[in-house]
């Protein structure tokens, strides 16, 4: 039997049913839009095509492409922005401890994360992509990469930093109680504390660097990813590929989210009973 929690002397629906209400709204108005306000918009003088396709429409079109279709390109992209997930977070990882280890850093370090976040993507993308150069047929894209990178730094080092200053006082005091220093400190007991907090801004850099990958793409010039596989669509007007890839990017970058905040929960239990 299905336990609803009370809140307040108010019933709130399980989590299952208002995601489920959530997407069926969703699609809902996305389907009266399609046939009502943009039924017109975007027309081909033969009647077909469309801004906005109905969901019959993207769902024929996404079996008609296949399997392979999308997982040609996404295999690509999912590299790219996999290493740039990794050396993003490293170098995250990596400021933040700095700024811990050495306090009169922490302005600096705090300061090129703020400009990382502040940049825009799309503005920097064709500099990173002379800079890098272009990539071999079928390889992941260099400007790629550190896009993905890029949207990922800004989130992890505040997330590292956030959770190492939540740290309680007295457990330093203990550790400094019996000679050791900053490293020890932050290593023995900053780290742990900081976990949760780190894997809470995993969750949020890992669409992040999907979306960047894809920003970086339409720079990079690969041959494949789903960046170039929109462009092409757009070209060739195949509206409803456009919107077919744009759901399945939607889909994985979901899912990465799911992903972290399922390995938080794995990694660090007490974090879930705290807030109990």
Known sequence: MTELLVTNGNKRLPSWATATIGVSATVGLWWLSAITVFASVGRRPD???????????????????????????????????????????LLALAFAAIALIVPKLENLTTQIAVITYCIPIVAIGPIVRLVVGAPDSGEPAGAAIVLAALSVFFTTMVGALTGVKQTDRRMLDVVTAYGGGAWQRLVKVQLLSALPSIFAAFKIAAPAAFLGAILGEYVGGPDLGFGPAMVNAQQSLEIARVWGVALVSGLIAGAGYALFGQIGKWLTPWAKAGVR
Do not use: C, H, K, M
Request: glycine share 14%; net charge negative; hydrophobic share 45%.
């Open 47 to 89: 009647g077909s095509g469309g801004a906005i396709p109905t969901p019959p429409a993207v769902i024929e079109q996404l079996f008609a492409d296949g399997f392979e279709f999308y997982w040609r390109n996404a295999s690509v992209t999912l590299t790219e922005a996999a290493i740039g997930f990794l050396w993003g977070n």
